[in-house]
């Protein structure tokens, strides 16, 4: 059983910075393949980056060149996001699935199996 903690939501003003942090235990981190997603109230909830467990990253072209995922050595996941307007007000989710095989870095909801509880970001004007 994966579990994953994410930190790092917050308000920020229009132009600001905010980094998310994502923590998962219960499992070896060299085989998991993790994502980034966002969701407003009444919307679905949308891919924002994703990273495979070979280092391949993918991010949303709505976020292309403003956010970026990462992963450290210990394989804490981070979602950098820079240049933040009112619509990237979100709950932002980590989410996990067993990747022991190839597989590319995934948009889609349906793959992944565990899911943080989510953190809000909130980007005033």
């Known amino acids: 059983q994966v579990q994953l903690a994410e930190s790092g939501g917050g308000s920020v003003q229009t132009g600001g910075s905010l980094t998310l942090s994502c923590a998962p235990s219960?499992?070896?981190?060299?085989?998991?393949?993790l994502g980034w997603f966002r969701q407003v109230p009444g919307k679905a909830r949308e891919a924002v980056a994703a990273?495979?467990?070979?280092?391949?990253t993918r991010s949303a072209d709505h976020v292309e060149g403003r956010f970026s995922i990462s992963q450290d050595s210990k394989g804490i996941l981070y979602l950098q996001m820079n240049s933040l307007n009112p619509e990237d007000t979100a709950m932002y989710y980590c989410?996990?699935?067993?990747?022991?095989?190839?597989?590319?870095?995934?948009?889609?909801?349906?793959?992944?199996?565990?899911w943080g509880q989510g953190t809000q970001v909130t980007v005033s004007s």
């Open positions: 990273i495979n467990s070979g280092g391949e």
């Open positions: 219960g499992y070896t981190w060299h085989n998991l393949c």
């Open positions: 989410a996990a699935k067993s990747c022991s095989n190839y597989y590319p870095p995934s948009f889609a909801t349906a793959d992944y199996d565990y």
